[in-house]
């Protein structure tokens, strides 16, 4: 039971569905309809074969696309484009999937994940080390 309190609620917008505005949410989303406006979500988005998106921006954690999405895209996790998918606008994210056969029309920015380990430890250790091999030298 307490597996299903962590998993999200799962939404779907179903092909008869025409969606105008902003719409924000931290579940989990399918698309198999028609969307225009903004995305502002914390959780997964996936747009179905045959939905249409046309969005000004389009912001969730990771984001599969299977249908078409005209706009811009942010994924803080990834972004997956499978076959037959069409996609004219911008990506930002830190990992991408592209099948074939898709028609992407845009520029990808690749964010970085932030690293396992402390930077200013990890900085701070080899610059000790640095330090114990000059003065180890006999010079």
């Known amino acids: 039971m307490a597996e299903d309190k962590q998993k999200k609620n799962l939404t779907v917008f179903g ?53 078409t999405v005209t706009g811009d895209i942010d994924a803080s996790e990834r ?16 990992r991408i999937r592209i099948a074939e056969d898709v028609e992407f029309e845009g520029q990808i920015t690749m964010l970085e994940k932030e690293p396992e380990s ?3 430890e990890v900085a701070s250790q080899e610059y000790k080390n640095a330090l114990l091999l000059k003065s180890d030298d006999p010079r």
């Open 15 to 67: 092909q008869e569905t025409e969606f105008d505005g902003t719409l924000e949410f931290t579940d989990n989303l399918v698309i198999t309809g028609k969307f225009s406006g903004e995305i502002k979500a914390t959780g997964d988005l996936e747009i179905e074969k045959g939905a249409v998106c046309d969005v000004k921006k389009m912001t969730a954690n990771s984001i599969v696309i299977s249908g």
């Open 79 to 94: 972004v997956e484009m499978c076959t037959g998918s069409v996609v004219r606008g911008d990506v930002k994210t830190a």
């Open 118 to 120: 402390n930077l200013f």
